[in-house]
């Protein structure tokens, strides 16, 4: 099946600092989906983002299909940024599941 | 106003026992889900149903059943519990767009704890 894979697994940084978190995968892709899940363990949908660029604030992403990768970029890191970050993926048109990759745990150090 | 809600948000039992957890979405979505996010935080599908009939079931044990009254709710039953049954459980909904399915929406996860 897919392999979703993610980098890095863990990353600290300080309040203020901008990280780039990586998303993989090994096939082409209907769906791609940035998730957070913050210290509570609520998932809170960040960007639906198969293809192109997207901003929301201090986050943007970056999906380019053609070379199975997304990016995930946090700016100006606050320490309520901490928690894991899923990037999810549907493999094609009617599969009507996501495969998740393993998680990029963000700790802000204040 | 909750998008996607599950009840009960904590569930302790003992081995052995049934137990059901209840999701409900009011997004007017077709298709639901049920993942399952295990002690190492990896998150994998379990089931997923549109307008009320099965799409997926990941070779999960035949001791989980989900069960669709309507298009708006996804149950899940779970007989004879198992230590390794303790996870989160996460419902989530999506609707279907020209290019497949759209972005999916999570509930706030069960917490299942098997003694």
């Known amino acids: 099946g897919i392999q979703v894979e993610q980098s890095p697994p863990d990353l600290i940084l300080q309040e203020g600092a901008n990280s780039t978190l990586r998303c993989n995968f090994s096939?082409?892709?209907?769906?791609l989906q940035w998730f957070h899940q913050n210290p509570w363990g609520q998932l809170i949908n960040l960007f639906y983002?198969?293809?192109g660029t997207k901003q929301n604030g201090r986050l943007s992403a970056t999906t380019v299909a053609t070379e199975r990768y997304s990016l995930l970029y946090i700016s100006s890191s606050q320490t309520t940024d901490s928690g894991v970050y899923f990037c999810a993926v549907e493999l094609s048109q009617g599969a009507q599941k996501l495969v998740f990759g393993q998680g990029t745990r963000l700790t802000i150090n204040p | 106003d909750t998008a996607v809600s599950q009840t009960p948000k904590y569930l302790v039992t003992q081995m052995g026992n049934d137990k059901s957890i209840k999701c409900e979405q009011n997004?007017?979505?077709?298709?639901m889900y049920w993942y399952k996010q295990d002690s190492k935080k990896f998150l994998k599908i379990m089931f997923s149903?549109?307008?009320?009939?099965?799409?997926i079931n990941e070779t999960v044990p035949n001791r989980f059943s989900p069960k669709s009254p309507d298009k708006a709710h996804l149950n899940l039953h779970i007989n004879s519990l198992e230590l390794g049954d303790s996870a989160v459980y996460f419902c989530?909904?999506?609707?279907?767009?020209?290019?497949?399915?759209?972005?999916?929406?999570f509930g706030p996860g069960t917490r299942l704890l098997v003694l």
């Open positions: 997004l007017g979505h077709d298709t």
């Open positions: 983002i198969p293809s």
């Open positions: 096939d082409s892709v209907n769906n």
């Open positions: 989530a909904s999506s609707q279907e767009g020209a290019g497949g399915q759209e972005t999916q929406y």
């Open positions: 149903y549109n307008n009320k009939e099965l799409i």
